[in-house]
């Protein structure tokens, strides 16, 4: 069973920097190379939100970025070490809630609808402070 792991969430100053991690177990992270990934998260009480997506190997690895992250938010992916990153810059009070990494197993590109992702992890706590 496919099981994607979140990691790298805490505590952070508003402003300050964060950098989330996704790793998968029950199959390689590489086999994913050609398919679409993604980072979303839900705040209490909210739905939870579509934040960035890179593509597969065939995309070149094309980015989206919600447009509140736009500038501040990376992602990126290194398949050949199986992980995928996103690089929190200048984060903000409101952009507290539980970040999810997902994969989509039919996509290719830089998707960020929910129903494109297949796989999810099981979320990180980021919690920003002012």
């Known amino acids: 069973q496919v099981q994607l792991i979140e990691s790298g969430g805490g505590l952070v100053q508003a402003g300050g920097s964060l950098r989330l991690s996704c790793t998968a177990s029950g199959r390689s992270f590489e086999s994913f190379g050609s398919n679409g990934l993604g980072w979303f998260r839900q705040a209490s009480g909210k739905e939870r939100e579509f934040v960035a997506a890179?593509?597969?190997?065939?995309?070149?690895?094309?980015?989206k970025y919600a447009d509140f992250v736009k500038g501040r938010f990376t992602v990126s992916r290194d398949n050949a070490k199986e992980i995928m990153y996103l690089q929190m810059n200048s984060v903000k009070p409101d952009e507290t809630g539980v970040y999810y990494c997902?994969?989509?197993?039919?996509?290719?590109?830089?998707?960020?609808?929910?129903?494109?992702?297949?796989?999810w992890g099981q979320g990180k706590q980021v919690t920003v402070v002012s």
């Open positions: 890179i593509g597969g190997t065939w995309s070149g690895g094309v980015t």
């Open positions: 997902a994969a989509s197993e039919h996509f290719e590109g830089a998707v960020q609808m929910d129903w494109q992702f297949n796989y």
